[in-house]
């Protein structure tokens, strides 16, 4: 085992975190879009400490970062590593946790475990997981993993009208990516992801209302995201009476409460949001004529889901109805619920008991990269720390130090055992 050149404690995991959220938009929080030149600065930042600790950074052709021993090199085609990380992208405004923490803590899991165990740990940055910038869905995960196809990747634009290759143009320009070739991974034709662990903040209340220091996922939510037009009439406000008007946004006001009010008749773990919505004309006297909604629901159960999504389309379409409003509804991207590794959540639970870290298992309302990994046959866990009072993609976003370095700790830990027990997921003790 070849000690790290710097000392890895708890003052510089939060030192980095830090650091890492510098690189971000103004404004409040943290907004690092994938391939964005805040993302390229961050790509860099995170190659250079790589090599502070010793190691290598390598980036394949969508962008993807790995951290790994300089020496590493394949024994024979996909030859098996354990991947220890999470996401670089964030939110619009979002908290400088979310992704950082698990991307930090692989690239630092690396470094302690350099040389160590039967399986090399490989650290990992994923390009791109909130779809803030492109309408994707875990597109570094899916690229690394080659089920993101040149056709879908073409297709994607931004905002602005960037395409996806366009931005990875850029971005290969700065030195964050190796080849323009979408859809394909330098990784994947010479390493193997045995397993999968990322380490993240819950995003939720649960562990702090519990007061547990660990929370050991074993399945993640799916979800449905959805874009709906809403035709009515625009009209002057002043002389149309109220019985007269077909309003779109009247209408979209009330899907909107219905999508609430199905989510609560469900109950956990069912979820329902309306994450934007435009009116036009968007003037005072005018009636809205025109309205676009956007909607998502979510749950851990494939049929729940299913019948999530039906429901809300039924009550949408009774709405408008009943209003006078055309009505259109297009799904814009998907994910299925992804059942994670039994195996690697009970030995995460064995060797949490072992250190006495209070903690429960759960299901993740969020999708994460590990999900990917599981439904590609990798043996994948998360692993949560606790959020203060739940809230993320947030500039209140908030967990601390001393939970951070718990759940790096624990992840270390695990990673050590797991790599020592040749990626079988069963713990071994490691020797020094």
């Not at 035709?231 to 002043?238: D, F, L």
């Not at 008749?265 to 919505?277: F, Y």
């Not at 109805?321 to 259109?328: D, K, L, N, Q, S």
């Amino acid at each position: 085992m070849t000690p790290p050149p710097i000392e890895i404690t708890s003052a510089l995991l939060s030192e980095w975190l830090d650091a890492l959220s510098r690189f971000s938009a103004e404004g409040p929080g943290v907004t690092r879009l994938a391939f964005d030149e805040h993302w390229c600065q961050a790509h860099r930042w995170l190659a250079a400490r790589a090599a502070d600790l010793g190691l290598a950074a390598t980036a394949d052709a969508a962008g993807n970062l790995f951290f790994h021993d300089p020496a590493l090199v394949p024994a024979a085609p996909g030859s098996p590593v354990i991947l220890v990380g999470s996401h670089l992208d964030s939110v619009a405004s979002g908290g400088r946790f979310d992704g950082a923490y698990g991307v930090l803590s692989g690239l630092l899991v690396a470094a302690e475990l350099r040389g160590r165990g039967t399986l090399p740990v490989v650290g990992l940055a994923t390009c791109e997981e909130e779809e803030s910038r492109f309408h994707g869905n875990l597109l570094g995960a899916r690229s690394l993993l080659g089920l993101a196809s040149a056709a879908e990747l073409d297709a994607l634009l931004d905002s602005d009208g960037v395409s996806w290759r366009r931005a990875l143009e850029s971005a290969r320009l700065r030195g964050c990516a190796t080849a323009l070739a979408p859809g394909a991974s330098p990784f994947t034709a010479t390493f193997r992801a045995a397993m999968m662990i990322e380490p993240h903040i819950e995003q939720g209340p649960v562990l702090e209302t519990e007061r547990l220091g660990l929370g050991v996922v074993d399945r993640v939510a799916g979800y449905r995201r959805l874009r709906a037009i809403l035709s009515g009439e625009a009209r002057h406000s002043g002389t149309t009476p109220m019985p007269a008007r077909r309003d779109a946004l009247a209408a979209a006001a009330e899907m909107i409460l219905a999508a609430e009010t199905l989510a609560m008749e469900n109950g956990p773990p069912a979820l329902a949001t309306a994450g934007s919505v435009r009116a036009r004309p968007g003037l005072f006297n005018v009636v809205p004529g025109a309205c676009e909604l956007w909607l998502e629901v979510r749950h851990v159960e494939l049929d729940g889901l299913a019948r999530l999504l039906s429901e809300l389309e039924r009550r949408c379409k009774a709405i408008a109805a009943r209003r006078g409003v055309g009505f259109a509804i297009e799904q814009v991207s998907s994910q299925a619920p992804a059942p994670l590794s039994p195996d690697l959540a009970a030995a995460a639970e064995r060797l949490a008991e072992e250190q006495g870290i209070a903690h429960r298992r759960m299901a993740s309302g969020a999708a994460h990269d590990a999900m990917v990994f599981a439904r590609a046959g990798v043996p994948s866990l998360l692993v949560f720390v606790p959020s203060r009072r739940g809230i993320s993609h947030s500039p209140e976003e908030f967990t601390d130090a001393g939970a951070l370095w718990t759940g790096y700790h624990f992840v270390r830990d695990l990673a050590a055992r797991l790599a020592a027990g040749g990626g079988t997921g069963v713990l071994r003790p490691v020797g020094p």
